[in-house]
C-alpha cells in the first residue's frame, strides 16, 4: 500500500478562504518536504520540515513524526494556489518517498 | 539549495528508439536521483546515480531499459532505451544537495513516446 498517503485527494477553495492538507506516514520518517507542482509540472519547494512546524506567509506546516503525520495549513487562499501538493518523506535511507498528492483548485 | 538544469524539456519519440536526458547540477553533489511521473500521478524515485559507479535501481527499474550515467558530481544522464508509449511521462532529476538531505528537482523532461 502506500506509505506516503495525502487527504483530501482533491479539493476546491474559495479565493479568500482557507483549508488544511494531511499526510500520513506508514514508515518511520525523519524529515519532510512540501512541495507544489504547479500546471507547468515544475516542483516548487515549500518546506522542510524536522519535527516541529514552519511557517512562511500563508502557508504553514507540522510535523509530528511520533504520530507520523505532516499538515499543510494554507490561509487566504489565491489563485495562484493551485495546483498539486505533494508531501515526500524521508526515513534517514537518503531516498525521498513522494505521498499521493492534493489536487487543489481556487476558484474565484 | 542546488540547482539542477535539464534538457531537453520535453521530446517525442518514436517508439523502439532511445532517449537520453542530461541533467546537471550548479554544484558538485554526491547524491543524483532519477524520478518517473506518468500523468496524474504521484513521483516513483527510479534509481540513484552513483559518481563514478554503476546506479542502484528502485524495483521496477532496470539498467538495460534506463541505463544511467553519472560520470562526475556535477552531471548524470538517463537513457530510456527501446522507448514504448507506457514510456510517456515525466522524468525528474534530484539532488539534495551537500550537507542537506532537503532534495531539489529539475524542471522535468515531459517524454511522449508515439
Known amino acids: 500500500g502506500d506509505k506516503v498517503k495525502q487527504s483530501p485527494s482533491a479539493l476546491s477553495l474559495q479565493e479568500g478562504t482557507n483549508s488544511a492538507l494531511r499526510c500520513n506516514f506508514s514508515?518511520?520518517?525523519?524529515?519532510v518536504q512540501w512541495f507544489l507542482q504547479n500546471p507547468r509540472g515544475s516542483l516548487i519547494n515549500l518546506f522542510y520540515?524536522?519535527?516541529g512546524t514552519k511557517e512562511n506567509g500563508r502557508l504553514k506546516s507540522a510535523f509530528d513524526s511520533k504520530e507520523s503525520y505532516s499538515t499543510l495549513h494554507i490561509r487566504d487562499a489565491q489563485l495562484e494556489d493551485s495546483g498539486t501538493y505533494f508531501c515526500?518523506?524521508?526515513?534517514?535511507?537518503?531516498?525521498?518517498?513522494f505521498g499521493t498528492g492534493t489536487r487543489l483548485q481556487v476558484l474565484p | 539549495s542546488v540547482l539542477l538544469y535539464q534538457k531537453p524539456n520535453r521530446d517525442i519519440c518514436q517508439s523502439g528508439t532511445s532517449l537520453k536526458i542530461q541533467c546537471v547540477a550548479d554544484s558538485q553533489v554526491v547524491s543524483m536521483f532519477w524520478y518517473q511521473q506518468f500523468q496524474e500521478q504521484s513521483l516513483m524515485l527510479m534509481a540513484t546515480a552513483n559518481e563514478g559507479s554503476e546506479a542502484t535501481y528502485e524495483s521496477g527499474f532496470t539498467k538495460d531499459k534506463f541505463p544511467i550515467s553519472r560520470p562526475n558530481l556535477t552531471f548524470s544522464t538517463l537513457t530510456v532505451n527501446n522507448a514504448r508509449p507506457g514510456d510517456s511521462s515525466i522524468y525528474f532529476c534530484?539532488?539534495?544537495?551537500?550537507?542537506?538531505?532537503?532534495?531539489?528537482f529539475g524542471k522535468g523532461t515531459r517524454l511522449t513516446v508515439v
Open positions: 515526500a518523506a524521508d526515513s534517514n535511507t537518503n531516498k525521498v518517498v
Open positions: 520540515l524536522v519535527p
Open positions: 534530484s539532488s539534495n544537495g551537500q550537507g542537506s538531505a532537503e532534495v531539489f
Open positions: 514508515i518511520a520518517a525523519t524529515t
